[in-house]
Protein backbone atom coordinates (compact mmCIF):
# COMPACT_ATOMS: atom_id res chain seq x y z
CA UNK A 1 0.00 0.00 0.00
CA UNK A 2 0.92 3.44 -0.91
CA UNK A 3 2.83 5.08 2.21
CA UNK A 4 0.41 8.24 2.60
CA UNK A 5 -2.65 5.84 3.01
CA UNK A 6 -0.83 3.24 5.45
CA UNK A 7 -0.06 6.49 7.55
CA UNK A 8 -3.78 7.63 7.04
CA UNK A 9 -5.46 4.59 7.34
CA UNK A 10 -3.73 4.38 10.85
CA UNK A 11 -5.48 5.78 13.68
CA UNK A 12 -2.43 7.17 15.09
CA UNK A 13 -1.67 9.10 11.10
CA UNK A 14 -5.08 10.39 11.94
CA UNK A 15 -4.31 11.84 15.28
CA UNK A 16 -0.74 13.18 13.89
CA UNK A 17 -2.75 15.02 10.70
CA UNK A 18 -5.73 16.43 13.60
CA UNK A 19 -2.94 17.92 15.69
CA UNK A 20 -0.39 19.29 12.69
CA UNK A 21 -3.16 20.94 11.88
CA UNK A 22 -4.78 22.05 14.73
CA UNK A 23 -1.50 24.31 15.45
CA UNK A 24 -1.64 25.72 12.19
CA UNK A 25 -5.16 26.97 13.31
CA UNK A 26 -4.04 27.75 17.05
CA UNK A 27 -1.53 30.24 15.03
CA UNK A 28 -3.88 31.88 13.24
CA UNK A 29 -6.39 32.23 16.37
CA UNK A 30 -3.46 34.02 17.73
CA UNK A 31 -2.58 36.06 15.32
CA UNK A 32 -5.96 37.25 14.12
CA UNK A 33 -6.20 38.03 18.50
CA UNK A 34 -3.20 40.06 17.84
CA UNK A 35 -4.56 42.16 14.50
CA UNK A 36 -8.17 42.70 16.40
CA UNK A 37 -6.61 44.80 19.55
CA UNK A 38 -6.05 47.13 16.84
CA UNK A 39 -9.94 47.94 17.73
CA UNK A 40 -8.31 50.06 20.95
CA UNK A 41 -6.39 52.32 18.58
CA UNK A 42 -9.86 53.64 17.39
CA UNK A 43 -10.93 53.54 13.37
CA UNK A 44 -7.85 54.86 12.02
CA UNK A 45 -5.33 52.58 13.36
CA UNK A 46 -8.29 49.69 12.74
CA UNK A 47 -8.89 50.00 9.13
CA UNK A 48 -5.58 50.95 8.23
CA UNK A 49 -4.81 47.35 9.80
CA UNK A 50 -7.67 45.88 7.87
CA UNK A 51 -6.74 47.69 4.66
CA UNK A 52 -2.80 46.86 4.77
CA UNK A 53 -3.95 43.19 5.18
CA UNK A 54 -6.56 43.99 1.53
CA UNK A 55 -3.52 45.11 0.18
CA UNK A 56 -1.88 42.00 0.17
CA UNK A 57 -4.23 40.36 -2.23
CA UNK A 58 -4.10 38.36 -4.59
CA UNK A 59 -1.42 36.73 -2.26
CA UNK A 60 -4.11 36.71 0.93
CA UNK A 61 -6.92 34.79 -1.29
CA UNK A 62 -4.02 32.04 -1.47
CA UNK A 63 -3.46 32.09 2.75
CA UNK A 64 -6.96 32.30 2.82
CA UNK A 65 -7.69 29.03 0.80
CA UNK A 66 -4.80 27.35 3.07
CA UNK A 67 -6.24 28.24 5.92
CA UNK A 68 -9.89 26.74 4.60
CA UNK A 69 -8.27 23.79 3.69
CA UNK A 70 -6.49 23.05 7.24
CA UNK A 71 -9.74 23.75 8.63
CA UNK A 72 -11.60 21.21 6.68
CA UNK A 73 -8.95 18.79 6.98
CA UNK A 74 -9.09 19.31 10.57
CA UNK A 75 -13.01 18.79 10.39
CA UNK A 76 -13.13 15.88 8.28
CA UNK A 77 -10.43 13.20 10.17
CA UNK A 78 -11.53 14.52 13.58
CA UNK A 79 -15.52 13.48 12.68
CA UNK A 80 -13.30 10.17 11.23
CA UNK A 81 -11.27 9.46 14.60
CA UNK A 82 -15.03 9.81 16.24
CA UNK A 83 -16.73 7.45 14.21
CA UNK A 84 -13.97 4.60 14.26
CA UNK A 85 -14.25 5.32 18.42
CA UNK A 86 -17.72 5.11 18.85
CA UNK A 87 -17.26 1.85 16.19
CA UNK A 88 -14.88 -0.07 18.25
CA UNK A 89 -16.47 0.92 21.57
CA UNK A 90 -17.08 -2.76 23.28
CA UNK A 91 -13.23 -3.41 22.47
CA UNK A 92 -12.16 -0.16 23.98
CA UNK A 93 -13.81 -0.83 27.68
CA UNK A 94 -10.43 -2.95 28.48
CA UNK A 95 -8.66 0.31 28.18
CA UNK A 96 -11.50 2.67 29.40
CA UNK A 97 -10.46 5.89 31.72
CA UNK A 98 -13.04 7.19 34.23
CA UNK A 99 -14.34 10.00 33.09
CA UNK A 100 -13.23 11.88 36.13
CA UNK A 101 -9.78 11.71 34.90
CA UNK A 102 -10.65 13.66 31.92
CA UNK A 103 -10.81 17.50 32.52
CA UNK A 104 -14.14 19.56 31.40
CA UNK A 105 -12.49 20.56 28.46
CA UNK A 106 -11.39 17.51 27.00
CA UNK A 107 -14.65 16.27 27.90
CA UNK A 108 -16.51 18.57 26.03
CA UNK A 109 -14.00 18.66 22.95
CA UNK A 110 -16.85 17.88 20.79
CA UNK A 111 -19.31 20.07 21.98
CA UNK A 112 -16.71 23.00 21.69
CA UNK A 113 -15.38 21.99 18.24
CA UNK A 114 -19.35 21.98 16.79
CA UNK A 115 -19.84 25.71 18.31
CA UNK A 116 -16.81 26.52 16.85
CA UNK A 117 -17.61 25.45 13.91
CA UNK A 118 -21.12 26.70 13.77
CA UNK A 119 -19.56 30.43 15.20
CA UNK A 120 -16.83 31.07 12.09
CA UNK A 121 -19.49 30.26 9.39
CA UNK A 122 -21.70 32.71 11.15
CA UNK A 123 -18.88 35.18 11.90
CA UNK A 124 -17.52 35.27 8.19
CA UNK A 125 -21.28 35.98 7.17
CA UNK A 126 -21.40 38.89 9.60
CA UNK A 127 -18.08 40.44 9.31
CA UNK A 128 -16.04 39.06 6.01
CA UNK A 129 -19.48 39.58 4.08
CA UNK A 130 -20.97 42.09 5.39
CA UNK A 131 -20.97 45.45 3.49
CA UNK A 132 -17.86 47.83 5.14
CA UNK A 133 -19.76 50.99 3.50
CA UNK A 134 -23.45 49.98 4.00
CA UNK A 135 -25.78 50.82 7.27
CA UNK A 136 -24.13 48.50 9.53
CA UNK A 137 -20.97 50.98 9.45
CA UNK A 138 -22.19 53.73 10.10
CA UNK A 139 -21.47 55.39 14.07
CA UNK A 140 -24.33 57.71 16.08
CA UNK A 141 -22.71 60.64 14.65
CA UNK A 142 -24.27 59.83 10.60
CA UNK A 143 -20.86 58.42 8.81
CA UNK A 144 -19.63 55.07 7.82
CA UNK A 145 -17.15 53.76 10.25
CA UNK A 146 -16.21 50.78 7.79
CA UNK A 147 -15.36 47.35 9.44
CA UNK A 148 -14.77 49.22 12.59
CA UNK A 149 -18.38 50.64 12.77
CA UNK A 150 -19.20 46.82 11.59
CA UNK A 151 -17.81 45.73 14.96
CA UNK A 152 -18.59 48.20 17.13
CA UNK A 153 -22.27 48.29 15.83
CA UNK A 154 -22.35 44.87 16.36
CA UNK A 155 -21.09 44.28 19.77
CA UNK A 156 -23.03 47.27 21.24
CA UNK A 157 -25.71 44.56 20.99
CA UNK A 158 -25.91 42.75 24.21
CA UNK A 159 -26.75 39.10 22.43
CA UNK A 160 -24.26 39.96 19.71
CA UNK A 161 -22.09 40.07 22.20
CA UNK A 162 -23.09 37.35 24.82
CA UNK A 163 -22.92 34.98 21.81
CA UNK A 164 -19.57 35.99 20.72
CA UNK A 165 -18.36 35.74 24.35
CA UNK A 166 -19.63 32.18 24.64
CA UNK A 167 -17.49 31.22 21.45
CA UNK A 168 -14.42 32.57 22.69
CA UNK A 169 -14.61 30.58 25.71
CA UNK A 170 -15.62 27.40 23.74
CA UNK A 171 -12.08 28.34 21.53
CA UNK A 172 -10.37 29.00 25.13
CA UNK A 173 -11.32 25.59 26.21
CA UNK A 174 -10.89 23.64 22.89
CA UNK A 175 -7.26 25.01 22.31
CA UNK A 176 -6.47 24.86 25.95
CA UNK A 177 -6.94 20.72 25.57
CA UNK A 178 -6.12 20.80 21.98
CA UNK A 179 -2.56 21.89 23.06
CA UNK A 180 -2.75 19.19 25.57
CA UNK A 181 -3.58 16.49 22.84
CA UNK A 182 -0.78 18.05 20.46
CA UNK A 183 1.94 16.90 22.57
CA UNK A 184 0.46 13.44 23.65
CA UNK A 185 0.23 12.37 20.06
CA UNK A 186 3.54 14.08 18.95
CA UNK A 187 4.96 11.62 22.11
CA UNK A 188 5.80 14.59 24.58
CA UNK A 189 3.92 12.47 27.92
CA UNK A 190 6.66 11.95 30.42
CA UNK A 191 5.38 13.03 33.75
CA UNK A 192 7.40 15.49 34.22
CA UNK A 193 6.18 17.66 31.04
CA UNK A 194 2.57 16.78 31.83
CA UNK A 195 1.70 18.83 34.49
CA UNK A 196 3.86 21.81 33.04
CA UNK A 197 1.94 21.71 29.42
CA UNK A 198 -1.29 21.49 31.44
CA UNK A 199 -0.81 24.59 33.06
CA UNK A 200 0.79 26.43 30.29
CA UNK A 201 -1.84 25.27 27.64
CA UNK A 202 -4.89 25.93 30.24
CA UNK A 203 -3.32 29.97 30.69
CA UNK A 204 -2.53 30.19 26.88
CA UNK A 205 -6.69 28.90 26.24
CA UNK A 206 -7.50 31.37 28.79
CA UNK A 207 -5.29 34.06 27.81
CA UNK A 208 -7.33 33.59 24.26
CA UNK A 209 -11.02 33.46 25.23
CA UNK A 210 -10.00 36.76 27.95
CA UNK A 211 -8.35 38.14 25.11
CA UNK A 212 -11.18 38.17 22.42
CA UNK A 213 -13.73 38.64 24.80
CA UNK A 214 -12.64 42.33 26.03
CA UNK A 215 -13.14 43.31 22.65
CA UNK A 216 -17.21 43.15 23.37
CA UNK A 217 -16.97 43.75 26.81
CA UNK A 218 -15.03 47.10 25.82
CA UNK A 219 -17.79 48.12 23.25
CA UNK A 220 -20.59 47.44 25.41
CA UNK A 221 -19.04 49.06 28.21
CA UNK A 222 -17.94 52.10 26.42
CA UNK A 223 -21.71 52.31 24.18
CA UNK A 224 -20.28 53.86 21.42
CA UNK A 225 -23.33 54.44 19.57
CA UNK A 226 -24.58 56.63 21.84
C1 LIG B 1 -13.93 39.50 19.38
C2 LIG B 1 -13.65 38.55 18.54
C3 LIG B 1 -13.40 38.72 17.06
C4 LIG B 1 -13.40 39.85 16.29
C5 LIG B 1 -13.64 41.29 16.69
C6 LIG B 1 -13.10 39.43 14.92
C7 LIG B 1 -13.02 40.26 13.85
C8 LIG B 1 -12.95 39.88 12.53
C9 LIG B 1 -13.10 40.73 11.38
C10 LIG B 1 -13.32 42.25 11.46
C11 LIG B 1 -13.01 39.97 10.28
C12 LIG B 1 -13.16 40.44 8.81
C13 LIG B 1 -11.84 40.82 8.20
C14 LIG B 1 -12.03 41.44 6.82
O1 LIG B 1 -13.08 41.27 6.21
O2 LIG B 1 -11.08 42.07 6.38
C15 LIG B 1 -12.77 38.62 10.70
C16 LIG B 1 -12.58 37.52 9.87
C17 LIG B 1 -12.36 36.24 10.30
N1 LIG B 1 -12.32 35.79 11.60
FE1 LIG B 1 -12.59 36.92 13.24
N2 LIG B 1 -12.89 38.07 14.91
C18 LIG B 1 -13.07 37.59 16.20
C19 LIG B 1 -12.94 36.27 16.62
C20 LIG B 1 -12.60 35.22 15.80
C21 LIG B 1 -12.31 33.88 16.24
C22 LIG B 1 -12.32 33.42 17.70
C23 LIG B 1 -12.03 33.12 15.13
C24 LIG B 1 -11.67 31.67 15.02
C25 LIG B 1 -12.08 30.73 15.82
C26 LIG B 1 -12.14 34.00 13.99
C27 LIG B 1 -11.95 33.61 12.70
C28 LIG B 1 -12.06 34.44 11.60
C29 LIG B 1 -11.91 33.98 10.23
C30 LIG B 1 -11.59 32.55 9.78
C31 LIG B 1 -12.10 35.11 9.42
C32 LIG B 1 -12.03 35.18 7.89
C33 LIG B 1 -10.61 35.44 7.51
C34 LIG B 1 -10.52 36.34 6.32
O3 LIG B 1 -11.49 37.00 5.98
O4 LIG B 1 -9.42 36.38 5.79
N3 LIG B 1 -12.47 35.26 14.43
N4 LIG B 1 -12.75 38.58 12.08
Avoid: C
Avoid at 93 to 113: F, N, Q, V
Avoid at 144 to 164: D, E, K, Q, R
Amino acid sequence: MNKFFEFYYSSVGKKQIVAATGLFLILFVIAHLAGNLFIYGGPSVFNGYAEKLAHLRPGLYLLEFGLLLIFLIHLFVTAQLVWENWQARPQRYATYKPSEERSLSAKLMSYTGTLIFAFVVWHILDFTFADHVGPRSILSDGLSYGLYGIVINSFSNPTHSALYILAMIAVGMHLSHGIQSFFQTFGVNHPRYTIAIRKTSNFLGTLIAIGYSTIPIYVLINNFRG
